[in-house]
């Protein structure tokens, strides 16, 4: 890993392992979040371990791993049995000359204070993630990279862990790689992302952008959605609705939120067209729109990508509808959503 | 009772489990982490000695020490003196006798280190050296402390490795086993039975403090 330039990240590794071939080499922003989506067996950890020098790359550095000063969150903590909470957090900030002493700013942010001065082996599963990523920001890395922090975790511990990584987001400078294959994961944390296919990119770009393509199988099924960056400005406390604005028009979601910057996620399924607004409709988002681009999904279905304002949705519509409604590129429609989950 | 074969018995087991542990230590941890096809070539001559009968050992290791062998010729010639009967040829041949006793524990515990507890201290900043002696050590502290139990009671009870190479020099080689055989041998039962008698519970003491130390530690 080299610096492009100062506000990049090069990535340029090739490797052979017995018929798998990884082979990148782009850029990403020194900055925010990139998130690595694939499917199992994509590569995207071989990708990581290259980066961190885990793993012999051509086109990569030959830097020994303990120099890079990459932080690496492994899917299982790691933490080491025989060191306190504490030696723990403090093991890479002894060894990396110039790393602050950042303990008590890190352990805040993590909420880790109270658990410094216990044993690592009575943490929780949640607990001890949390513990190994204060310990990584503690050796003030200049890149971390996270391969499925959250995979090992049940559904509850992953909602508990979560928030952190939001607050880690938007409180810390240094660039994050996050590695996963739950879209979800990946819509709420990044600002930028990169599809891997058999070791391969097949997409890459700013968070919205990528996830507004309907040509990539990657981003098909259940995991075809747009999601949209907005801003509350109305709580309706009688029917617990928040009014959010974007460049669009404005959009109901459920539940009260008062983050400036949310991002709401709205699936390809819960999306469907009109070619004129319903009057009177259980559907509480109607927005007028344009079709900017349609492709075959499947035999029945087809995605439609729709512009709204600056943002775009994509729906899923059958193919039957495109086809009888008459469809095309450039028509004014109307979108109903039918569902918006708030993503942060 | 005769306590100079068993305080030289003590020195010797003592020298060698020090040299065994020192040693053995990056040999193990080699057999540990290393995948080559010369892996188990290495790994079967770390345990010829648990098979091998001593008489073996010590017939080649006294041609082999000996004044015109390969390494004692060397040594005549570094030091002026014979290893063959001296305490420094005993301490060698007890390294080699107690080879697998300390070494196999040690790679036990190396491969049984938890995931990726080394490459976690390597991305923060420890280098291999460094990983080696505070990841790798501290979590292998078991397998140190059963090698040391081991090479140190398995030194004490060698008999033919040391006859055959150090002979039954009083105060110099005369270690207690063979004190024993002596007392035997001129039928001096009694000192024979001492003798015996501290072994043995030398012997169970440190074998069970060992198995009592493990399973605190397991039920930890």
């Known amino acids: ?344 | 009772m005769d306590f100079g074969p068993l305080w030289l018995s003590a020195q010797l087991a003592f020298v060698t489990t020090l040299a065994l542990i020192v040693l053995g230590a990056p040999l193990a941890w080699w057999l540990s982490q290393n995948h080559s096809r010369w892996q188990p070539v290495v790994q079967a001559i770390v345990a010829m000695p648990i098979v091998l009968p001593p008489t073996v050992l010590g017939f080649y290791l006294l041609i082999l020490l000996g004044p015109h062998g390969a390494i004692g010729g060397w040594w005549v010639k570094l030091t002026g003196d014979a290893l063959t009967f001296s305490f420094t040829g005993l301490v060698i041949a007890s390294c080699i006798y107690s080879l697998p006793f300390a070494v196999q524990p040690m790679q036990n515990a190396f491969e049984a280190l938890p995931g990726k507890n080394l490459e976690a201290a390597w991305t923060l900043g420890a280098s291999k050296l460094d990983a080696f002696f505070s990841v790798a050590i501290p979590l292998s502290i078991r397998g140190f402390v059963s090698a040391s139990v081991l090479a140190f009671a398995h030194t004490l009870g060698e008999f033919g490795v040391v006859l055959m190479v150090g002979g039954n020099i009083p105060g110099k080689t005369r270690v207690v086993s063979i004190a024993i055989y002596d007392h035997v041998e001129t039928l001096n039962y009694a000192s024979a039975h001492q003798l015996s008698l501290v072994l043995i519970v030398f012997a169970f003491v440190t074998l069970f403090g060992m198995f009592a130390i493990n399973r605190r530690w397991q039920s930890r």
């Open chain 1, 1 to 344: 890993m080299r610096h492009a330039a100062a506000e990049h990240f090069e990535l340029k590794h090739s490797i052979h392992k017995g018929d798998f071939h990884l082979d990148v080499d782009t850029a990403i922003p020194a900055a925010g979040v990139t998130g690595i989506f694939g499917e199992s067996g994509s590569g995207k950890t071989t990708l990581l371990r290259c980066i961190a020098g885990l793993e012999h790359s051509a086109g990569g550095t030959s830097q020994p791993v303990h120099q890079r000063r990459i932080g690496y969150v492994f899917q299982e903590p790691q933490l080491f049995a025989h060191l306190s909470v504490r030696k723990n957090i403090q093991y890479g900030m002894r060894r990396n000359p110039g790393a602050r002493d950042i303990l008590d700013e890190a352990s805040r942010l993590l909420e880790v204070s109270e658990l410094l001065d216990r044993s690592t082996t009575g943490l929780s599963g949640g607990e001890a993630q949390r513990v190994s990523i204060a310990r990584v920001l503690c050796q003030s890395p200049r890149l971390i990279l996270m391969d499925e922090p959250l995979s090992a975790l049940d559904e509850r511990r992953r909602n508990e862990v979560l928030p952190y990584l939001d607050r880690l987001h938007a409180e810390w400078a240094v660039p994050i790689i996050y590695v996963s294959h739950n879209v979800a994961e990946i819509c709420r944390l990044s600002d930028h992302l990169l599809i891997l296919d058999r070791g391969r990119i097949v997409a890459e770009g700013g968070l919205q952008d990528v996830l507004a393509r309907i040509d990539l199988p990657q981003l098909g099924g259940r995991n075809a959605g747009a999601v949209i960056d907005a801003v509350p400005t109305r709580y309706d406390e009688a029917f617990d609705l928040t009014l959010f604005s974007f460049s669009g028009g404005e959009i109901w979601a459920p539940g009260r939120h008062e983050s400036p910057g949310s991002r709401l996620r709205i699936s390809a399924s819960d999306v469907s067209l009109s070619r004129v607004a319903a009057a009177s409709s259980t559907i509480l988002n109607i927005l007028p729109a344009t079709i900017e681009a349609t492709a075959a999904e499947s035999a029945a279905t087809e995605l439609v990508r729709l512009r709204l304002g600056e943002d775009r949705l994509i729906a899923r519509i059958t193919r039957r509808s495109l086809q009888q409604l008459e469809l095309k590129v450039g028509d004014e429609v109307y979108a109903q959503i039918k569902s918006v989950i708030v993503r942060r």
